[in-house]
Structure formats: C-alpha cells, structure tokens
C-alpha cells in the first residue's frame, strides 16, 4: 500500500504561482502512476494531470493546459502540482492520487473509474485578491 501526504496549500493572489508537493510511502519500490485532482464546493471532483512513474505516459486536461504542470522527484517519492497565473475560478480543494500496481496506457483524469486506490488527505488552495 502507499501513503500520500500533501502539502503546499494556501491563500495567493491572482495571477501568483503556487506548488502544491505530495509525498509517497509504503511500497514505493512498485512503481505507481500519481493523479492530481481538484473539487471545489458545489461541484464534482475534476482531474487535472497525471504522469506515469517514468513518464511515458502523460495526460492533462485541456482546461489547465498551459497553466499548471506535474512533475515528481523519485528520489523524494514526492510529487509536485505547480501552479501559474492562478485565477479565482482554480480555488479548490487539491488532491493527489496514485494508482498501484498501474495499467498499461495513458493515466486517467476520471476519478470515479476506481483506477485511483490512494489518495492525499487534500490542500484548500484560495485565490483571492
């Protein structure tokens, strides 16, 4: 199993940047596909990015492209959601996931599949003037 811990959140003015890190434990030996997602009040979870353990498979949703970029530190088992030019409409609550053991192909952005069996504990981020 994995742990995810997150880290990160808080308040930023619109137009900063902001980095949000998730940190893996457990049985990161197996390698693990990590999700970024966000769910803002009154609305349903959305993905955002994911990436593959080594990178050959990558997926951003189009309403973020851009704006916010994935990036891991193997050595760290720690992954990263930086975020740019951050408007009010991105304030939400932030999670990371990791699927293990993966699947072949390109990582999924839809929550609800099951294909996500470990999760952060979530990052409020607000943008606000």
């Known amino acids: 199993q994995l742990q995810l811990v997150e880290s990160g959140g808080g308040l930023v003015r619109p137009g900063g940047s902001l980095r949000l890190s998730c940190t893996a434990s457990?049985?990161?030996?197996?390698?693990?596909?990590i999700g970024w997602f966000r769910q803002a009040p009154g609305k349903e979870r959305e993905g955002l990015s994911c990436?593959?353990?080594?990178?050959?498979?990558?997926n951003t949703a189009n309403s973020v492209k851009g704006r916010f970029t994935i990036s891991r530190d193997m050595i760290k088992n720690t992954a990263y959601l930086q975020m740019y030019n951050m408007s009010p409409e991105v304030t939400a609550v932030y999670y990371c996931?990791?699927?293990?053991?993966?699947?072949?192909?390109?990582?999924?952005?839809?929550?609800?599949?099951?294909?996500?069996?470990?999760w952060g504990q979530g990052a409020q981020v607000t943008v606000s003037s």
């Open positions: 996931a990791a699927e293990q053991p993966v699947r072949p192909g390109i990582c999924t952005l839809e929550a609800d599949k099951g294909r996500y069996q470990y």
């Open positions: 990436r593959s353990f080594f990178g050959e498979w990558t």
């Open positions: 457990g049985n990161t030996r197996n390698v693990y596909t």
